[in-house]
């Protein structure tokens, strides 16, 4: 998983690869605290293409919400429709146990996410402890 994020992300200027190590522990903190929920998807000749993860959260608006946290295809996967599948079918998943769905997305991804049936419900400008604007950074929060 690790390995797909580095490589999906590595498109990203801000980007640091996280290491696999580091990837476990945050997924153990998250399934500690909520219910997770993987989405994998894999290329024909048993390669990990793509992969979602997203949990149920109890504390955003509206009481529990399905919170997609993760989405990732490997570039050489990219174009293909896996994405759009993953998204779709968690959204669906997640609708059977809550009303709404959100997710955080970086910018540039507003069309993707648009063309899936997601509304921009909220932005927020992130800042470096530097308190440098980094505006690639800026997530645009979506609700389904
Ligand atoms: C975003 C991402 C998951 C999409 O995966 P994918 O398998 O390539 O997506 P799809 O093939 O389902 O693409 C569906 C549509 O979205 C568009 N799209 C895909 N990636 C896009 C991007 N980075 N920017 C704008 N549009 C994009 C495609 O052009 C396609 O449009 P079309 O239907 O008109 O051809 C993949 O590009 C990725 O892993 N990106 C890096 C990590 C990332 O940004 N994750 C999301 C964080 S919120």
Redesign the pocket.
Known sequence: MARVVNA??S?YQWYSPITVRDYANYLGYIEKRYKTLYLLAWSPSGELA?YLQAYINPNLAEGFSGYIEE???DPR?????????LVVKTARRLYNETRHVY????R??E??YE?LGFAIVDETVYYEASLTLFPERAVTVYTG
């Open positions: 999906a992300f498109r793509g989405v990732a295809v996967y990219q174009g293909h429709g896996l994405g759009s599948s997710l955080n997305s970086v540039g991804l069309g993707f063309k």
